[in-house]
């Protein structure tokens, strides 16, 4: 049986790793922060905030299956602890991996209808704001009209929960319905706002500049 000091070493061992871990994450050293991600969740498997930042960084290096298993078990993990709108982000990072990277949208609409029973019943959080951007991604090419408001709800919501980064996306995203709607002028304006916060750091997360980014790219497209 571990003694009460080794047990206390090794948490504080594999917190230090997640740290250093997720560093590496927002620097986009990929393989670094997997290398120390791994070590965190080995020294403390039930690290849910490590499990979710390993899914993170796996989704950089393109590794489907490890991300699936690394969120999977970071949305196991916030449950047990109570900590629901965490586990609805990480479900919400499972729909994009299914409906968009292994394209199965019946299992991306599980884990979307597992992210809003969740995060229903509570209080409003930035995780609310994140979940009108799903909203509004898959009303985009069906129905830009209610892309458009679910994406202005986002941003609200985002605003009101202090999450300057899902705020930032959800502004793109509306630039995007709007330009999808043939109003070119109202969108680009929106996007341009939006790519100008990303680039000038004001979106820390390397997944939401990225996507930020991705908005304005699929709007000159579709321009």
Not at 139 to 155: G, I, R, S
């Amino acid at each position: 049986m571990k003694s009460a000091a080794r047990t206390v070493r090794e948490a504080g061992a594999g917190s230090s790793a997640r740290r250093r871990g997720q560093q590496a994450l927002a620097r986009g050293e990929w393989q670094a922060a997997a290398a120390l991600l791994t070590e965190a969740v080995a020294q403390d498997p039930a690290d849910a905030g490590a499990w979710e930042s390993l899914g993170n960084v796996r989704m950089w290096l393109q590794d489907t299956a490890g991300e699936v298993e690394a969120r999977q078990r970071a949305c196991e993990l916030y449950r047990v602890r109570g900590e629901d709108a965490a586990a609805a982000r990480c479900c919400l990072d499972l729909v994009w991996v299914f409906m968009e990277v292994r394209g199965e949208p019946a299992v991306a609409n599980g884990w979307f209808q597992r992210a809003q029973r969740l995060l229903e019943p509570l209080p409003p959080a930035p995780e609310h704001g994140l979940l009108g951007v799903f909203m509004a991604y898959g009303a985009l090419d069906e129905d830009p009209a209610a892309a458009a408001a679910h994406a202005a709800a986002a941003v609200s919501m985002a605003e009101a929960t202090g999450a300057a980064d899902i705020g930032t996306l959800a502004r793109a995203l509306h630039g995007l319905a709007l330009v999808t709607q043939g109003r070119a002028g109202d969108g680009m304006s929106l996007l341009d706002e939006a790519v100008a916060a990303a680039i000038s750091r004001e979106i820390r997360d390397p997944q939401w500049f990225y996507f930020t980014c991705c908005c304005m790219i699929d709007a000159c497209d579709r321009v």
